[in-house]
T-cell receptor, first 109, second 112 residues
Framework: EDKVVQSPLSLVVHEGDTVTLNCSYE??????LLWYKQEKKAPTFLFML????IEKKSGRLSSILDKKELFSILNITATQTGDSAVYLCAVGSQGKVIFGPGTSLSVIP | EPEVTQTPSHQVTQMGQEVILRCVPI?????FYWYRQILGQKVEFLVS????????KSEIFDDQFSVERPDGSNFTLKIRSTKLEDSAMYFCASSEQGIGYTFGSGTRLTVV
């Protein structure tokens, strides 16, 4: 059965800290790995990764995929309170997307 | 920036009633999806739609559910005879090539 696992499930950090969120997967017909940020409503897109070893960066966020070890990490440096959200990892397979349970990140001042 | 539009944003319905959730995907996208998220739980895949037919569906997507693309722009999810446990946030998503996905803002369905 296809599955996506995220760790930790919950994390509380202070502003300015750096965090690493983990995602591992077992999915047949892998096509892409996606990271989303979910605050109140719909997930908002962060990154899409399809190739191993190529880091994607957007401001203080970065992500990388290892297709051999079947995992990805999402890094957030110099965290701010506005980074507080649930971060979802999802794997795109043929015809569907499988979501992980999310990591709930709380950044406290 | 192009976006996926969902209506209504919140729908309250009585148990046993039928509801139709509407979505307008991004215009040049070819792949369409419905997901749901029960409060406090993870996002769950329901169905994907490509070339005017269902390409994949989950075990959640039983005979109670159906999808339709009635015209060139709308993509609908119909839930027949709603149950209390159908209460959830329903997200529509679309994709140009079936790899990256853009989500709509969701419809919160409350069955009473």
């Amino acid at each position: 059965e296809d599955k996506v696992v995220q760790s930790p499930l919950s994390l509380v950090v202070h502003e300015g800290d750096t965090v690493t969120l983990n995602c591992s997967y077992e999915v047949t017909n892998f096509r892409s790995l996606l990271w989303y940020k979910q605050e109140k409503k719909a997930p908002t897109f962060l990154f899409m990764l399809t190739s191993s070893g190529i880091e994607k960066k957007s401001g203080r966020l970065s992500s990388i995929l290892d297709k051999k070890e079947l995992f990805s990490i999402l890094n957030i440096t110099a965290t701010q309170t506005g980074d507080s959200a649930v971060y979802l990892c999802a794997v795109g397979s043929q015809g569907k997307v499988i979501f992980g349970p999310g990591t709930s990140l709380s950044v406290i001042p | 920036e192009p976006e996926v539009t969902q209506t209504p944003s919140h729908q309250v319905t009585q148990m046993g009633q039928e509801v139709i959730l509407r979505c307008v995907p991004i215009s040049n996208h070819l792949y369409f999806y419905w997901y749901r998220q029960i409060l406090g739980q993870k996002v769950e895949f329901l169905v994907s739609f490509y070339n005017n037919e269902i390409s994949e569906k989950s075990e959640i997507f039983d005979d109670q559910f159906s999808v339709e693309r009635p015209d060139g722009s709308n993509f609908t999810l119909k839930i027949r005879s709603t149950k209390l446990e159908d209460s959830a946030m329903y997200f529509c998503a679309s994709s140009e090539q079936g790899i990256g996905y853009t989500f709509g803002s969701g419809t919160r369905l409350t069955v009473v």
